[in-house]
């Protein structure tokens, strides 16, 4: 072999090389670029609103925090969205990435527990994380948990304490206030119905246990589920619910340019793997991409961990829009 081939070799080399690495640095610093998406979801029945060209009932969504304790700039970011307006907040699961994760996630949190809430838990609540091969998500394969049990009862019980409500497996019916100082301001008591199911990507969900439909008095009906696999969105649909609020694909986390999915890890189709999408005639898809992701996969492409703010409209006052 030339010394001239040997040279263009180790250059070719060096390059790819340099090239992996700066990638790598991309994805890595991706997971600290958190932004707030903001979405019109017209799903409420007409005359809702005393004024449906300006009323909104707001949900902010957060998912998937994934909490390490040493996470201080994602703590920092979540607990800073007490400052946007919103009616309630939704907690879609997977809070914890670790063991030591619990304190991390109430100091999030605890200013968004200053108004009314409700959750329900994804696997990685109940078990640690544990190290995988990429390809394997990248494939489209589900993977094991570990069975190492996470401390996500005192974390339940704390939610518990400040007023959230544990949707899992059962209804919760409760009304929010109105509030005339907002950007879309609501001048007139709101019900809600909120019911959820546990997380059915590993079989833990029993939709019997909720079964009959929400309540026909409520100004809105919203179904959790941590992830959005397409048979309990059926079983929500069936049952008279508008809006189905889930986490879990984290948008993807590795896409193509375009935040195009890769794989969705579970079995919603590519085109609703992060954001509004309409079900079926009358329900509602909210998936979040989430604010985390495994410690063992520190990555994201062309997909930035986000919350979302959900502005939910009259039907016939709004197209569903992303900004």
Not at 80 to 105: A, C, M, Q, R, W
Not at 203 to 229: K, R, Y
Not at 282 to 292: A, E
């Amino acid at each position: 072999m030339s010394t001239k081939l040997v040279q263009t070799l180790l250059a070719t080399g060096a390059g790819l090389a340099a090239a992996g690495i700066g990638v790598l640095f991309a994805a890595n610093r991706e997971i600290r670029q958190f932004e707030l998406k903001q979405v019109t979801a017209p799903v409420l029945e007409p005359d809702t609103f005393e004024d449906p060209e300006t009323e909104a009932f707001t949900i902010l969504h957060v998912s998937d925090l994934h909490m390490l304790d040493r996470q201080k700039l994602k703590q920092a970011w979540v607990a800073g969205l007490e400052s946007y307006d919103f009616d309630i907040v939704i907690n879609t699961g997977d809070n914890l990435g670790e063991d030591k994760g619990v304190p991390g996630v109430l100091r999030a949190l605890d200013p968004l527990m200053h108004h009314p809430g409700a959750f329900v838990f994804g696997s990685n609540d109940y078990f640690a994380p544990r190290p995988v091969n990429p390809f394997i998500y990248l494939l489209g394969k589900k993977r094991k948990p570990s069975r190492v049990e996470l401390p996500w009862r005192g974390m339940r019980a704390a939610f518990i304490e400040r007023g959230w409500n544990d949707a899992t497996h059962r209804h919760v019916e409760f009304s929010v206030e109105p509030r005339e100082d907002a950007t879309f301001p609501r001048h007139h008591k709101f019900n809600l119905d909120i019911a959820g199911v546990d997380d059915p990507h590993h079989e833990l969900n029993d939709f019997s246990q909720i079964a009959g439909g929400p309540n026909p008095d409520a100004d809105l009906a919203i179904g959790l589920t941590h992830s959005p696999e397409p048979e309990v969105l059926d079983q929500f649909a069936a049952e008279g619910y508008q809006l189905v609020l889930s986490g879990h694909t984290h948008g993807g986390q590795l896409c193509l340019p375009g935040s195009r999915a890769i794989v969705t890890n579970c079995g919603l189709d590519r085109s609703r793997v992060q954001g509004l999408s309409r079900w079926s005639e009358r329900l509602w898809l909210h998936v979040s991409n989430g604010l985390g992701n495994s410690k063992y996969v520190p990555f994201r492409t062309f997909c930035r961990p986000s919350a979302t703010l959900i502005h939910v409209v009259e039907r016939d006052q709004a197209d569903p829009r992303e900004q």
